[in-house]
């Protein structure tokens, strides 16, 4: 059996750093919750667990975020703050 490496890094639009000279209120909704799930589904649809690496500021803000990943059997990992 092969075993396959695969990791997600979680961070919204306005974090990347090209885009550090944009104006953030503008870009400041947050998907991530939305956005996880899907991802979670499809993951779960092929019994596959993957590494997150998500920013503290998401972290934060959405900790059920957190806690649905690590509920499902997933990794998180830190990213830095933003």
Known sequence: MTKNILSFDVEEIFHIEYAKHI???QYAVYRTPMNIQGILEL???YN???TFFIVG???EKFPEV???LMDDGHE???HGWS
């Open 23 to 25: 104006d953030k209120q």
């Open 43 to 45: 993951l779960n649809e």
């Open 48 to 50: 596959v667990t993957a």
């Open 57 to 59: 500021e998401i972290a």
């Open 66 to 68: 957190i806690e649905t």
């Open 76 to 78: 998180v990992a830190f």
